[in-house]
């Protein structure tokens, strides 16, 4: 017979042993598939497009019920060799218009301006022109018919201001959905006019802090800036975004992984983030027109889970981005839309980035690269990811 001692000893193991395969059976019986990635599956799907693109560096990150994991591939710089870390910092384009959308859900939710009322109102300057008719909405949702991009002769904000007095929509303010740096940019604008501040302090000081994103910035300081990745362009010459008219509130945001997965987490109410803040994050959420294959909320679009990749392919196609689609107005906006799949890209000129979450399943996944690549690419690999994940 074993001493005392001894016994007490080997009931300990033998318990540890059965509480440790009594919570694997309970993960593999009950928790989701994807509770975890294989960074094989990740692997295979991210390799062979970094090869067809001659993608420098890549940073994927996803959660899965508040579980975070990372995945970094190649270099931040081909003249470094820097490798890809969750610091490593990328211009992430127009994913920047979502977090302007919550600065002015957050600015309605605190009075200072309402969706319903026209930009006009908050820019003196344009009273008598076309945004009488242009409500706040209507810049947030791209359904304004501002076009995409800013004029190149337009190189400040009294040339900025002159082009907006004398334009014209296209259509019918509220029938079309054109994709808008000029819509989204008048929008931030108007937000900090609310908030009293710059819209860059606002941003840094106000948004991003309350967030619990302390590594993203508009404008990256020196002691980030060895952070931050090279981008290289379609003939992979290095580049990086170039500062210009609205570039602040439409395209101009520097992150990383780490932050990027928490801030999707936050949407997802995965993450705790303070009541005024999490209001304002729920409200971009809020389905505002259909357009084409998908719903326009504010900056995010979405479709519903599941979807197929066609039709995901189809929404975030250049067409889409370029030529613009009728839209309808959802009457009254859709505030819980279900199973949904929330979706957007991010470019610049030598930039990658796709985001998606899908709160039904808590799931979502982070893409960045350092080379510009074609959104369908994308789309395509993020949703081999997620089958994997789900």
């Known amino acids: 017979l074993l001493a005392s001692a001894d016994t ?3 009931k300990s ?3 540890t042993k059965i509480n440790r ?10 928790l989701p598939a994807g509770h975890a990635a294989d960074k094989a599956d990740i692997d295979a799907i991210i390799q062979p497009l970094m090869q067809k693109y001659a993608v420098p560096g890549m940073a994927i990150a996803v959660s899965v019920e508040g579980k975070q994991q990372f995945y970094h591939y190649g270099v931040a710089s081909r003249q470094t060799g820097k490798p890809i870390t969750n610091q490593t910092l990328f211009e992430i384009g ?3 218009k ?3 959308a919550t600065l002015a859900t957050y600015a309605v939710s605190e009075g200072k301006m309402s969706f319903a009322d026209p930009a006009s109102r908050y820019l003196p300057a344009l009273r008598g022109s076309a945004f009488d008719h242009v409500t706040l909405l209507n810049l947030a949702t791209h359904t304004s018919g501002l076009p995409l991009f800013v004029p190149d002769d337009v190189t400040n904000d009294a040339q900025l201001m002159a082009y907006y007095q004398q334009w014209q929509p296209p259509h019918a303010v509220g029938s079309y959905r054109v994709y808008s740096n000029l819509g989204i940019g008048m929008l931030g604008m108007i937000t900090a006019k609310s908030l009293n501040q710059p819209f860059t302090q606002a941003m840094e000081k106000q948004l991003l802090p309350a967030l619990g994103m302390n590594h993203t910035y508009i404008k990256v300081p020196a002691e980030e800036m060895a952070n931050y990745a090279q981008g290289y362009n379609k003939k992979d010459q290095p580049v990086r975004v170039t500062p210009g008219p ?3 509130e439409a395209y101009g945001i520097k992150s990383n992984a780490q932050d990027l997965i928490r801030y999707l987490d936050a949407n997802m109410q995965v993450v705790k983030v303070g009541d005024p803040w999490r209001k304002a994050l729920a409200a971009t959420h809020t389905g505002y027109y259909r357009t084409g294959v998908f ?3 504010l900056m995010w679009e979405s479709y519903a889970y599941p979807e197929k990749l066609a039709t995901l392919t189809e929404g975030n196609n250049a067409g889409m981005i370029m030529n613009g689609a009728p839209a309808t107005a959802i009457t009254p906006p859709k505030q819980d839309q279900g199973a949904a799949w929330y979706n957007k890209t ?9 985001a998606v979450f899908i709160p039904s399943q808590k799931i979502a996944v982070v893409m960045l690269a350092n080379k510009w690549f074609p959104n369908d690419d994308r789309v395509a690999a993020t949703y081999r990811i997620v089958q994997a994940l789900d």
Do not use: P
């Open 8 to 10: 007490l000893k080997l």
């Open 13 to 15: 193991f033998i318990m």
């Open 21 to 30: 395969l009594a919570a694997e059976l309970f993960a593999a019986l009950i």
């Open 94 to 96: 127009s994913l920047s």
């Open 98 to 100: 979502t977090f302007t």
């Open 246 to 248: 609205l570039d602040a």
């Open 295 to 297: 719903t326009q909320d």
């Open 346 to 354: 991010g470019s610049t000129g030598g930039f990658s980035t796709y």
